[in-house]
């Protein structure tokens, strides 16, 4: 396949995903109006974050005047899992130049990373075919995400509030959609769980500190089952 033939798969592969996106984006953009930001600020925070349930927590801060430090603290957190993902591809995009990596690591989507994923785990691509698949998918995604971002600023008003606490239940669900699929594995499944248990019984706390809370105990679920299980694959039956 040529480069753009591979930009193009990327590009198809995210596009039943841009159905949840497009609500989303449109969301942010009409709160990040409500929280007094103009249309150049709210784009500005889609182009240099392009992660949507940190700016949407960011958002909330800011309308609630917290301290710079706290929303960068919080976002800093929830945006942990990214380093997850690069994690996960790391080895096998060590041959591509620093500048590629860059620019993966902008595109580092989770929806993108959902898509995309599968057909790399199946070694379908070379890591030079895989760079461009993935700009395909990460463009996709980007893009829309700019547009209804600008798009939900303009609109700003216009939705009824009933209306934007409707359309923001489809975080939830988007995050639900992504994860469901890549849980594999009883340690995953344990700590998905964990995570999602653990957010519940600390909803009430401030500032939405009950997601860093839930990524931590997620993470260290998963460790421990993880670790359990490889001492158990290393036990020599007699």
Same mark, same amino acid.
């Given at each position: *396949?040529?480069?753009?033939?591979?930009?193009?798969?990327?590009?198809?592969?995210? *596009?039943?995903?841009?159905?949840?996106?497009?609500?989303?984006?449109?969301?942010?953009?009409?709160?990040?109006?409500?929280?007094? *930001?103009?249309?150049?600020?709210?784009?500005?925070?889609?182009?240099?974050?392009?992660?949507?349930?940190?700016?949407?927590?960011?958002?909330?801060?800011?309308?609630?005047?917290?301290?710079?430090?706290?929303?960068?603290?919080?976002?800093?957190?929830?945006?942990? /899992?990214?380093?997850?993902?690069?994690?996960?591809?790391?080895?096998?995009? /060590?041959?591509?130049?620093?500048?590629?990596?860059?620019?993966?690591?902008?595109?580092?989507?989770?929806?993108?990373?959902?898509?995309?994923?599968? /057909?790399?785990?199946?070694?379908?691509?070379?890591?030079?075919?895989?760079?461009?698949?993935?700009?395909?998918?990460?463009?996709?995604?980007?893009?829309?995400?700019?547009?209804?971002?600008?798009?939900?600023?303009?609109?700003?008003?216009?939705?009824?509030?009933? *209306?934007?606490?409707?359309?923001?239940?489809?975080?939830?669900?988007?995050?639900?959609?992504?994860?469901?699929?890549?849980?594999?594995?009883?340690?995953?499944?344990?700590?998905?769980?964990?995570?999602?248990?653990?957010?519940?019984?600390?909803?009430?706390?401030?500032?939405?500190?009950?997601?860093?809370?839930?990524?931590?105990?997620?993470?260290?679920?998963?460790?421990?089952?993880?670790?359990?299980?490889? /001492? +158990?694959? +290393?036990?020599?039956?007699?």
């Amino acid at each position: *396949m040529s480069k753009l033939q591979l930009m193009r798969a990327g590009y198809i592969t995210v *596009m039943p995903l841009m159905v949840g996106v497009m609500p989303f984006g449109v969301v942010f953009g009409a709160l990040a109006s409500a929280a007094g *930001m103009s249309v150049w600020e709210a784009l500005g925070m889609s182009i240099f974050v392009i992660a949507g349930s940190s700016q949407f927590v960011a958002v909330g801060l800011i309308a609630d005047s917290a301290p710079i430090a706290i929303i960068v603290f919080t976002t800093f957190i929830i945006n942990l /899992r990214h380093f997850l993902y690069s994690a996960s591809l790391a080895s096998f995009l /060590r041959p591509v130049s620093g500048i590629w990596k860059a620019v993966l690591g902008y595109f580092m989507i989770d929806e993108v990373y959902a898509a995309v994923i599968k /057909r790399q785990q199946l070694g379908e691509f070379t890591p030079d075919e895989f760079k461009w698949y993935f700009l395909g998918g990460g463009l996709n995604l980007g893009s829309l995400w700019w547009l209804t971002t600008v798009v939900g600023v303009w609109l700003g008003n216009v939705i009824p509030e009933d *209306m934007t606490t409707v359309l923001a239940f489809t975080l939830p669900l988007i995050f639900t959609a992504i994860v469901v699929p890549l849980v594999t594995s009883s340690p995953q499944l344990m700590s998905a769980l964990s995570a999602a248990l653990t957010a519940i019984l600390f909803a009430p706390l401030p500032n939405n500190l009950n997601l860093i809370v839930a990524a931590f105990v997620g993470i260290a679920v998963g460790l421990m089952m993880e670790t359990h299980q490889l /001492r +158990r694959s +290393r036990v020599v039956l007699p």
